[in-house]
């Protein structure tokens, strides 16, 4: 597990993980709680609660029936397709953005859980963990260039856009720059591993790839847990359920 060096060894990265989720779990508390207190007729007992957010919104979400929900959810939530009708630049860019760094995340949670296999060979399947994760290089390729190509697109719009540069705050520069710079540091990881279906070995050089894979590590873990439970990014969940409770609409 050549990943596993400059002192980031397995158990620091299975206490790591452990911490970035009780902190996401906790920003999701966190936020529906807070959500909740804007919520009106249920019983004043359960305001400021997160069972009342919890409440009103499967209320909300399934008012008209469970084919609205599901139709509203393809449609409008996975397709984007409100978002296509106001811009196709902007549709590539969140679709690319969005699927790229959700699959992504799956695939680093997938990608540890076949590390702890092998690690501890659990059910003596250490053989087929590692063959996982061999057929996980490619998808890990693909949809990182695919949230390579929405953070461009994201950071390009600011620099070329006028209007979209005009509305631009320091505090959007450091969560965009933020996602543009992981993106880049993950890259250039897997190519100074020699990992890449693209480049393949041509920027190979192990000595500095765990440092880049240390740094790439950190900047995504602080943006996890710093920045997406408390920032304008947690739109990434409070848009969907919006869009879900109002059945679609605008």
């Given at each position: 597990m050549a990943f596993y060096t400059l002192g980031l060894t397995f158990w620091i990265v299975i206490a790591l993980t452990i911490a970035v989720l009780a902190i996401w779990i906790y920003g999701l508390y966190f936020n529906f709680k807070k959500w909740g207190m804007g919520s009106t007729g249920y019983q004043d007992k359960l305001r400021n609660s997160f069972w009342l957010f919890i409440a009103?919104?499967?209320h909300e979400a399934f008012k008209d029936g469970i084919w609205v929900f599901v139709k509203t959810a393809i449609?409008?939530?996975?397709?984007?397709?409100r978002t296509l009708?106001?811009?196709?630049?902007?549709?590539?860019?969140?679709?690319t953005m969005f699927y790229g760094f959700v699959t992504l995340a799956a695939l680093s949670g997938l990608g540890l859980f076949m590390d702890i296999i092998e690690h501890f060979n659990l059910l003596g399947l250490t053989h087929q963990a590692e063959m996982v994760k061999g057929f996980m290089e490619l998808p890990f390729d693909i949809f990182g260039y695919m949230l390579l190509v929405g953070s461009t697109i994201a950071v390009a719009r600011r620099i070329v856009l006028k209007q979209v540069r005009d509305n631009t705050s320091a505090y959007d520069v450091v969560l965009l720059g933020g996602v543009f710079l992981i993106t880049i540091s993950g890259f250039y990881a897997e190519w100074l591993r020699g990992n890449s279906f693209l480049v393949g070995d041509a920027f190979a050089n192990s000595v500095y790839a765990p440092h880049f894979s240390l740094l790439h590590t950190i900047l995504a873990l602080a943006l996890f847990v710093a920045i997406l439970p408390w920032s304008k990014y947690m739109h990434i969940i409070a848009a969907p359920l919006t869009i879900l409770a109002n059945r679609g609409g605008e």
């Open positions: 009103t919104w499967i449609l409008d939530v996975l397709l984007l397709r009708r106001r811009s196709p630049v902007r549709w590539v860019m969140h679709m």
